[in-house]
């Protein structure tokens, strides 16, 4: 597209009825995620006119973060210093929550640290077996999965609250902290960019992906059939739920992943168990920084910090908890009547690990968060 037209069509744009245009890009929102229809945007060359429309529509942010999976359109967004002094702004000092997931979408995709990062630390600490990428609409069956499998004894990685802070990062630690990953398909995981970036970063840290089937009778295609064509579906939709565990089990034994973290559990009688391949002692990762406010921690930081404490049983039973919860626990203990909470946490620990909770361990625990919030 010519120069004068792309800006004859900007200034015919702008005289549009303000509705008509948010229809428009509602439309343009989801046709973005199509792969074709990316590369048709890149040499149609219509990124500068999306890039005007930002401060007006920041519906187009989003349309601009699903564009930036193709490469082309990444040079393009790249050469447009403006445009990225304008993320640069936003990733810091934006108040909107979602606008800053956007901005650091957008910023993962043009940026090729994450792709040095993915070799330089491939020899970081393990902390969990399995993490479980899914779109938050498929988020009750995904709950079960985790609750299933954590039961059996693997350390799973599972965001139910979507993450805050840089959305990114985050995610790129629990990938790089993860032997493998459950990624449950739908059409709305194919849609969601954020599912697409998780994805293609573990396919990136060439992580072993073992694909789960939640919608019935749905084909991948486009990036996600490129990434699980070649792969075995557990079908969860032709399966009763217990069944497709069974199957899912089967095939993460299949995958050898060591149990490093596993609860050391006497199995019961008739009983598949996943067998320690190389049991090592977890060790706190090197390269991971700490941040003062224990509010700021992820489920990274806490793991992190048990394990530096050598608090094993309780990293177990703490498995998807944040910084928050760190200290809304510790308050609870602190102000509830020991023997209620002995009975809850040792219900608790027994229910998800297998285990009864040490009370040297809790002690040690409780010490440990005050002397940090000292």
């Known amino acids: 597209m010519k120069q004068e037209n792309l800006d004859h069509c900007s200034v015919v744009l702008f005289k549009i009825d303000p509705q008509l245009i948010l229809e428009y890009s509602a439309g343009f929102v989801s046709l973005s995620k199509n792969d074709s229809m990316q590369q048709k945007a890149a040499d149609a060359n219509i990124i500068p006119l999306l890039i005007e429309m930002c401060d007006e529509y920041p519906m187009t942010f989003d349309i601009l973060w699903a564009l930036s999976f193709n490469t082309d359109i990444q ?16 990733e810091e000092d934006s108040g909107n929550q979602q606008m800053r997931k956007i901005t650091n979408g957008i910023l993962w995709n ?29 988020k009750v069956l995904c709950k079960q999965l985790y609750e299933e499998l954590a039961r059996a004894g693997y350390r ?26 459950i990624i449950c398909i739908s059409e709305e995981y194919r849609r969601s960019n954020y599912c697409r970036a998780e994805a293609h970063y573990a396919f990136q840290r060439q992580l072993r992906i073992v694909p789960v089937l939640l919608q019935k009778s749905y084909k991948p295609d486009g990036w996600l059939l ?31 992943i060591p149990e490093t973290y596993v609860a050391r559990v006497q199995p019961k009688k008739d009983t598949d168990t996943v067998r320690p391949v190389a049991p090592v002692s ?81 002690a040690c625990f409780r010490s440990g968060i005050d002397r940090q919030k000292q």
């Not at 790249?78 to 640069?88: E, G």
């Not at 090729?112 to 479980?132: G, L, Y």
Request: net charge negative; proline share 3%.
């Open 110 to 138: 043009l940026e090729s640290n994450h792709k040095e990062r993915a070799t330089s630390e491939t020899n970081d600490v393990m902390m969990f077996d399995i993490m479980i990428s899914y779109s938050h609409k498929d």
């Open 156 to 181: 799973v990685w599972i965001d139910f609250d979507q993450m805050h802070g840089n959305v990114m990062d985050a995610m790129a630690q629990a990938i790089e902290r993860s032997r493998a990953i």
């Open 75 to 90: 040079q393009q967004l790249r050469s447009n210093k403006s445009f990225m002094v304008k993320l640069a702004h936003l």
């Open 282 to 362: 977890p060790t706190p990762s090197p390269s991971l920084i700490l941040p003062d406010n224990i509010l700021e921690w992820t489920q990274i930081h806490v793991q992190d910090w048990l394990i530096g404490h050598n608090l094993v049983q309780m990293s177990r039973l703490l498995a998807n908890c944040d910084g928050s919860s760190l200290i809304y626990l510790n308050e609870f203990i602190k102000n509830c009547e020991p023997q209620q909470v002995l009975k809850l946490l040792q219900e608790d620990s027994v229910r998800r690990t297998k285990e009864s909770l040490s009370l040297v361990e809790l």
């Open 226 to 256: 490129f990434l699980i064509g070649q792969l075995l579906y557990v079908d969860f939709t032709k399966n009763e739920f217990p069944r497709a565990m069974e199957i899912l089990v089967k095939e993460l034994k299949a995958l050898v």
